[in-house]
């Protein structure tokens, strides 16, 4: 079954530590996307990477950082720096130009005590 | 500056009849709309897309309205059924980019 896997669901973190959450698609897409989602607002764009070894920032970037080695893996981390990081994270893939649409995965749940 | 707007943050409707859920945007060079479905916990589901060089699409019981002058989009879904029930958002596609601008989402409650 192709698809994301975001893991792990749920994540506590002393505040102070870095945490990466992890993303892996066997969808063989081009393109991979963290977002956030906080109560009562929409998906805010983390970063962005269109190919492998290359990522763009996207609207709210301050206090993360990613990595794209792999063409199927786009790990996020959360730094200590990042000044609110309990917050719903979503991760994303979608194929190209071809296509538009975006798969999610399920989500992890960072909670930043 | 939100570039995507859902108003509505909430829209209750009776089963068996038409939802509609409206979407505004501010950027001109969005070439590409799209409405996701979510549940609580879980991630976006691809529901219906629209170029924006069409003015509708169709697929089953969902329909998306492209209007560029007014920079407005809308999903009709007909007839609504209660497993319908979940947070509907619009997206928007930068021309040139991957970059995907999302509104903040309308809770959809379809009652039965």
């Known amino acids: 079954d192709g698809g994301i896997t975001q893991s792990p669901k749920y994540l506590f973190r002393k505040e102070g530590q870095n945490v990466t959450l992890s993303c892996e698609q066997n969808?063989?897409?081009?393109?991979m996307y963290w977002y956030r989602q906080d109560p009562g607002q929409g998906l805010r764009l983390i970063y962005y990477s269109q190919i492998v070894n290359d990522f763009q920032k996207g609207d709210i970037a301050e206090g993360y950082s990613v990595s794209r080695e792999k063409k199927e893996s786009f790990p996020l981390t959360v730094t200590s720096a990042q000044k609110n990081p309990t917050a719903f994270y979503l991760c994303?893939?979608?194929?190209?130009?071809?296509?538009?649409?975006?798969?999610f995965g399920p989500g992890t749940r960072l909670t930043v005590t | 500056d939100q570039q995507v707007k859902q108003n509505s943050p909430s829209l209750s409707v009776q089963e068996g009849r038409i939802s509609i859920l409206n979407c505004d945007y501010t950027n001109s060079m969005f070439d590409y709309f799209l409405w996701y479905k979510k549940y609580p916990a879980e991630g976006p589901t691809f529901l219906i897309s629209?170029?924006?060089?069409?003015d509708k699409n169709e697929d089953g019981r969902f329909t998306v309205f492209l209007n560029k002058s007014a920079k407005h989009l809308s999903l009709h879904i007909v007839p609504s059924q209660p497993g319908d029930s979940a947070v509907y958002f619009c997206?928007?596609?930068?021309?040139?980019?991957?970059?995907?601008?999302f509104g903040t989402g309308t809770r959809l409650k379809v009652l039965a």
């Open positions: 629209i170029s924006s060089i069409k």
């Open positions: 997206a928007a596609k930068d021309s040139g980019t991957y970059k995907y601008i």
């Open positions: 969808l063989n897409h081009d393109a």
């Open positions: 994303a893939s979608s194929i190209g130009p071809a296509s538009y649409e975006q798969y």
